[in-house]
């Protein structure tokens, strides 16, 4: 607080002043306490997961985790701004019924402890290199087979790694996923290389517009695909727990089920 004018002279307006700084400062510990808090509450990692790094097809080293095992891998791609712990609960899902499961971080997003560091700069344009990267992971560990889910950016990633991968991928599923975000672009270019069945999910009250996007995408791909636009606002992997996480949930377990091969 300034000091400068006569040093005795107080009007009855400056008396608060003490007080009112005083309460910004409280405020602004009180407040860095509580970012601290926060901060050091990692997440629990789940039981039977474990902690695996490997490279995206450009060589960018990300972290991520690891849930059961089988000759079905299935990739968890994660929106912005999540991570990778948004798709913890459905990976459990997937390892409990006899699939491998791998949550991972994209480049650049490094929520620390358990959730995981992966190295580089964020890059939206170039995350679908992070996707073939753990296609090929899987594979590394055993996966014959490959489906692909996305969240978001995710969801378009995988679409565009589906497309690279050829007839490797047996199945994407993508939840509120856009045509274009930030340089990633899905075309019809892209979108009828795709081999693989194709499940798209959308909100219909989806702010961003998610359900157009899904129909968009829908429309421009082969079959086999199938287009679901739940009553819902919410987006990505939020969807899977909100009101329609259940019904959202059956549905994807079941079309991992129909097209993975097993």
Not at 67 to 83: I, Q, T, Y
Not at 140 to 163: D, E, N, P
Not at 179 to 199: C, Y
């Amino acid at each position: 607080m300034s000091t400068t004018g006569p040093a005795r002279t107080r009007s009855p307006r400056a008396a608060p002043a003490p007080l009112l700084t005083l309460l910004v400062v409280l405020t602004l510990i009180f407040t860095a306490c509580g970012a601290g808090e926060r901060r050091d509450q990692a997440p629990t990692p789940p039981p039977g997961s474990r902690a695996v790094s490997f490279q995206a097809s450009d060589g960018v080293k990300l972290e991520g985790r690891l849930f059961g095992d089988g000759d079905v891998g299935v990739v968890l791609s994660h929106m912005l701004p999540a991570d990778q712990t948004s798709w913890w609960g459905f990976a459990e899902s997937l390892a409990a019924r006899g699939y491998m499961a791998l949550t991972f971080d994209f480049r650049g997003y490094c929520p620390g402890g358990a959730a995981g560091c992966s190295k580089g700069t964020k890059d939206v344009a170039a995350i679908w290199q992070d996707v073939t990267g753990a296609i090929r992971f899987l594979r590394s560990q055993g996966a014959a087979r490959i489906v692909l889910m996305g969240a978001s950016m995710g969801g378009t990633a995988s679409l565009i790694a589906a497309a690279d991968e050829g007839s490797g991928v047996r199945a994407v599923i993508t939840l509120s996923a856009p045509m274009s975000i930030e340089g990633l672009v899905a075309d019809a270019g892209v979108l009828t290389r795709i081999t693989a069945a194709k499940l798209f999910v959308a909100g219909v009250g989806d702010p961003t517009g998610a359900a157009d996007a899904a129909q968009q995408l829908y429309d421009q791909s082969p079959p086999p695909k199938r287009l679901e636009i739940l009553p819902s606002n919410d987006h990505g992997t939020d969807l899977l727990t909100g009101s329609q996480g259940g019904i959202l949930s059956t549905l994807m377990l079941s079309y991992v089920d129909q097209f993975s091969g097993t």
